[in-house]
Protein backbone atom coordinates (compact mmCIF):
# COMPACT_ATOMS: atom_id res chain seq x y z
CA UNK A 1 0.00 0.00 0.00
CA UNK A 2 1.47 3.28 -1.24
CA UNK A 3 1.47 6.48 0.94
CA UNK A 4 -0.59 8.09 -1.26
CA UNK A 5 -2.80 5.37 -1.19
CA UNK A 6 -2.72 5.53 3.04
CA UNK A 7 -3.35 8.94 3.21
CA UNK A 8 -6.50 8.92 0.59
CA UNK A 9 -7.62 5.73 2.97
CA UNK A 10 -7.20 8.14 5.96
CA UNK A 11 -8.99 10.88 4.65
CA UNK A 12 -12.17 9.71 3.21
CA UNK A 13 -12.29 7.82 7.03
CA UNK A 14 -11.93 11.65 8.36
CA UNK A 15 -14.55 13.05 6.10
CA UNK A 16 -17.08 10.42 7.61
CA UNK A 17 -15.86 11.37 11.21
CA UNK A 18 -16.80 15.29 10.43
CA UNK A 19 -20.03 14.65 8.61
CA UNK A 20 -22.81 15.40 11.77
CA UNK A 21 -24.28 12.70 13.24
CA UNK A 22 -25.41 11.02 16.57
CA UNK A 23 -20.84 10.93 18.05
CA UNK A 24 -20.72 14.71 16.92
CA UNK A 25 -24.21 16.13 18.86
CA UNK A 26 -23.08 14.10 22.13
CA UNK A 27 -19.76 15.55 21.91
CA UNK A 28 -21.07 19.40 21.34
CA UNK A 29 -24.22 18.36 24.28
CA UNK A 30 -21.28 17.33 26.71
CA UNK A 31 -18.69 19.42 25.79
CA UNK A 32 -22.18 21.94 27.04
CA UNK A 33 -23.75 20.87 29.61
CA UNK A 34 -20.59 19.14 31.64
CA UNK A 35 -17.01 20.88 30.16
CA UNK A 36 -14.45 19.67 28.25
CA UNK A 37 -12.34 17.26 30.27
CA UNK A 38 -15.61 15.17 30.33
CA UNK A 39 -16.33 16.47 26.45
CA UNK A 40 -13.13 14.57 26.12
CA UNK A 41 -13.60 11.09 27.67
CA UNK A 42 -16.51 11.17 25.32
CA UNK A 43 -14.36 11.90 22.55
CA UNK A 44 -12.24 9.23 23.61
CA UNK A 45 -14.98 6.22 23.63
CA UNK A 46 -16.04 7.82 20.42
CA UNK A 47 -12.77 7.60 18.38
CA UNK A 48 -12.59 3.79 20.62
CA UNK A 49 -16.12 3.16 18.92
CA UNK A 50 -14.81 3.88 15.52
CA UNK A 51 -11.72 1.55 15.88
CA UNK A 52 -14.02 -1.22 16.89
CA UNK A 53 -16.43 -1.02 13.56
CA UNK A 54 -13.24 -0.51 11.62
CA UNK A 55 -11.81 -3.61 13.28
CA UNK A 56 -15.16 -5.46 12.77
CA UNK A 57 -15.25 -4.51 8.94
CA UNK A 58 -11.66 -6.21 8.39
CA UNK A 59 -12.79 -9.11 9.77
CA UNK A 60 -15.48 -9.25 7.90
CA UNK A 61 -18.48 -7.91 9.76
CA UNK A 62 -20.16 -6.02 6.89
CA UNK A 63 -20.16 -9.12 4.21
CA UNK A 64 -22.01 -10.82 7.54
CA UNK A 65 -24.32 -7.54 7.08
CA UNK A 66 -24.77 -8.69 3.29
CA UNK A 67 -25.60 -12.39 3.88
CA UNK A 68 -27.59 -11.71 7.26
CA UNK A 69 -29.56 -8.68 7.10
CA UNK A 70 -32.05 -9.35 9.95
CA UNK A 71 -28.75 -8.84 12.16
CA UNK A 72 -28.09 -5.58 10.60
CA UNK A 73 -31.65 -4.31 11.25
CA UNK A 74 -31.57 -5.69 15.09
CA UNK A 75 -28.05 -3.41 15.70
CA UNK A 76 -29.31 -0.80 13.79
CA UNK A 77 -33.18 -0.97 16.09
CA UNK A 78 -31.18 -1.38 19.12
CA UNK A 79 -29.06 1.78 17.92
CA UNK A 80 -32.27 3.59 17.51
CA UNK A 81 -33.49 2.79 20.61
CA UNK A 82 -30.64 4.02 22.14
CA UNK A 83 -30.44 7.26 20.61
CA UNK A 84 -33.95 8.17 20.95
CA UNK A 85 -33.70 7.11 24.99
CA UNK A 86 -31.06 9.88 25.33
CA UNK A 87 -33.72 11.99 23.68
CA UNK A 88 -36.34 11.67 25.49
CA UNK A 89 -33.76 12.35 29.03
CA UNK A 90 -32.39 15.61 27.36
CA UNK A 91 -36.25 16.27 26.35
CA UNK A 92 -38.21 15.63 29.57
CA UNK A 93 -35.55 17.57 31.69
CA UNK A 94 -34.91 20.51 29.12
CA UNK A 95 -37.08 22.95 31.56
CA UNK A 96 -34.96 21.69 35.20
CA UNK A 97 -33.50 25.01 35.90
CA UNK A 98 -29.21 24.21 36.12
CA UNK A 99 -29.45 26.14 39.33
CA UNK A 100 -31.69 23.67 41.00
CA UNK A 101 -29.20 20.90 40.42
CA UNK A 102 -28.72 18.93 43.57
CA UNK A 103 -25.02 19.67 44.98
CA UNK A 104 -24.63 16.46 46.39
CA UNK A 105 -24.75 14.48 43.02
CA UNK A 106 -22.00 12.57 41.75
CA UNK A 107 -20.75 14.06 38.73
CA UNK A 108 -20.24 12.07 35.95
CA UNK A 109 -16.85 9.93 36.06
CA UNK A 110 -14.41 9.77 33.51
CA UNK A 111 -15.03 6.18 32.40
CA UNK A 112 -18.45 6.96 32.41
CA UNK A 113 -18.23 9.79 30.24
CA UNK A 114 -15.98 7.09 27.47
CA UNK A 115 -18.61 4.65 27.70
CA UNK A 116 -21.16 7.11 26.70
CA UNK A 117 -19.13 7.96 23.79
CA UNK A 118 -18.53 4.48 23.29
CA UNK A 119 -22.13 3.46 23.29
CA UNK A 120 -23.01 6.54 21.02
CA UNK A 121 -20.74 4.87 18.38
CA UNK A 122 -22.02 1.79 18.93
CA UNK A 123 -25.62 2.62 18.64
CA UNK A 124 -25.10 3.57 14.61
CA UNK A 125 -23.78 0.21 13.05
CA UNK A 126 -23.15 1.89 9.90
CA UNK A 127 -19.85 2.51 9.92
CA UNK A 128 -19.33 -0.98 10.13
CA UNK A 129 -20.63 -0.58 6.40
CA UNK A 130 -18.23 1.76 6.17
CA UNK A 131 -15.29 1.29 6.38
CA UNK A 132 -16.33 -2.42 4.82
CA UNK A 133 -16.63 -0.49 1.27
CA UNK A 134 -13.61 1.76 2.07
CA UNK A 135 -11.39 -1.12 2.81
CA UNK A 136 -12.28 -3.35 0.10
CA UNK A 137 -12.07 -0.67 -2.46
CA UNK A 138 -8.94 1.05 -0.96
CA UNK A 139 -6.80 -1.38 0.82
CA UNK A 140 -4.60 -3.96 -1.08
CA UNK A 141 -5.41 -7.27 -0.12
CA UNK A 142 -1.73 -7.96 0.67
CA UNK A 143 -1.41 -4.93 3.26
CA UNK A 144 0.92 -5.64 5.87
CA UNK A 145 -0.67 -6.42 9.94
CA UNK A 146 1.40 -3.13 10.66
CA UNK A 147 0.00 -1.11 7.67
CA UNK A 148 -3.42 -1.78 9.00
CA UNK A 149 -2.72 -0.74 12.95
CA UNK A 150 -1.61 2.32 11.39
CA UNK A 151 -4.06 3.00 9.96
CA UNK A 152 -6.57 2.11 12.96
CA UNK A 153 -4.44 4.34 14.93
CA UNK A 154 -5.11 7.03 12.16
CA UNK A 155 -8.39 6.50 12.67
CA UNK A 156 -8.99 6.38 16.12
CA UNK A 157 -6.84 9.89 16.24
CA UNK A 158 -9.10 11.36 13.60
CA UNK A 159 -12.43 10.49 15.26
CA UNK A 160 -11.10 11.64 18.61
CA UNK A 161 -9.55 15.41 18.10
CA UNK A 162 -12.86 16.14 15.61
CA UNK A 163 -15.14 14.88 18.48
CA UNK A 164 -12.70 16.65 21.24
CA UNK A 165 -12.60 19.72 18.68
CA UNK A 166 -15.96 20.05 18.90
CA UNK A 167 -16.41 19.57 22.53
CA UNK A 168 -13.93 22.20 23.18
CA UNK A 169 -15.94 24.78 20.62
CA UNK A 170 -19.59 24.00 22.84
CA UNK A 171 -17.22 23.93 26.40
CA UNK A 172 -16.13 27.61 26.16
CA UNK A 173 -17.70 30.41 28.69
CA UNK A 174 -19.38 32.17 26.35
CA UNK A 175 -20.94 29.44 24.50
CA UNK A 176 -21.86 27.89 28.08
CA UNK A 177 -23.36 30.92 29.15
CA UNK A 178 -25.37 31.63 26.09
CA UNK A 179 -26.73 27.88 27.20
CA UNK A 180 -27.79 28.85 30.40
CA UNK A 181 -29.96 31.31 29.35
CA UNK A 182 -31.86 29.36 26.50
CA UNK A 183 -31.15 26.14 28.00
CA UNK A 184 -34.64 24.87 27.42
CA UNK A 185 -35.05 25.69 24.17
CA UNK A 186 -31.33 23.60 23.28
CA UNK A 187 -31.95 21.02 25.08
CA UNK A 188 -35.27 20.19 23.14
CA UNK A 189 -33.18 20.89 20.14
CA UNK A 190 -30.61 18.61 20.99
CA UNK A 191 -33.03 16.10 22.02
CA UNK A 192 -34.72 16.34 18.59
CA UNK A 193 -32.27 15.65 16.60
CA UNK A 194 -30.47 12.90 18.04
CA UNK A 195 -34.43 11.01 18.16
CA UNK A 196 -34.85 12.56 14.15
CA UNK A 197 -30.80 10.48 13.77
CA UNK A 198 -31.73 7.49 15.94
CA UNK A 199 -35.28 7.46 13.30
CA UNK A 200 -33.20 7.59 10.62
CA UNK A 201 -30.40 5.14 11.49
CA UNK A 202 -33.52 2.88 12.32
CA UNK A 203 -35.11 2.88 9.07
CA UNK A 204 -32.03 2.88 6.18
Known sequence: MTLAAFLATWMVCLLAAVAPGPAVLMAARVGLTEGFRTGLAVAAGIGMG???????????????FDYAPMLLTLFKIGGA???????????RHADDPIAEADPNATPRT???????????????????????????GMIPAATPAWTLALLLVCIFLGETLWTAFVARLFSLEKTRRF?????H??????????ALLGIKIAAT
Open 81 to 91: LFLIWMAFKMW
Open 50 to 64: AVTWALAALFGLSLL
Open 179 to 183: YMTVK
Open 110 to 136: LWGAFRLGLLTQYSNPKPAIFFGAVFV
Open 185 to 194: LIDRVFGGLL
